[in-house]
């Protein structure tokens, strides 16, 4: 049974850190490139950052890079996603998710989301 589950989310105010958590099983970890998606209201779903299974190669949006990182621990099949400098935009419901690309229409599995408010 595939299993993603996000954690972590909050109200920070900005400047702030947050590490958002996500257990993510039950599917081919060695084959799957597993990411941080966002949806603010009002706005589409986007791609935040994303690490593969294979080689933990990882991508990044423009609009993150510097501030947030993203980790896996494969052992315990969880994936992370430290985020630092926080702004108000990044205000958003962050979902994790599994797939072949990092790109929303790339996703096979979905897990609920986790709110991230931050506050100017």
């Known amino acids: 049974e595939v299993q993603l589950q996000a954690s972590g989310g909050g109200l920070v105010q900005a400047g702030g850190s947050l590490k ?5 099983s039950g599917f081919g970890w060695a084959h799957a490139t597993i ?3 966002r949806q603010a209201p009002g706005k589409e779903r986007e791609e935040i950052s994303c690490i593969k299974g294979e080689d933990t190669s990882t991508f990044y949006v423009d609009s993150v890079k510097g501030r947030f990182t993203i980790s896996s621990d494969n052992a315990n099949k ?6 630092n400098s926080l702004k108000p935009e990044d205000t958003a419901v962050y979902y994790c998710a599994a797939g072949w690309h990092c790109k929303t229409y790339a996703m096979d599995y979905w897990g609920q989301g ?3 408010t931050v506050s100017s």
Not at 20 to 24: F, M, P, R, W
Request: proline share 0%; charged share 0%.
């Open 114 to 116: 986790t709110q991230v």
């Open 20 to 24: 958002l958590s996500c257990v993510a």
């Open 35 to 37: 990411g941080w998606f």
């Open 78 to 83: 969880m994936v992370y996603l430290q985020m």
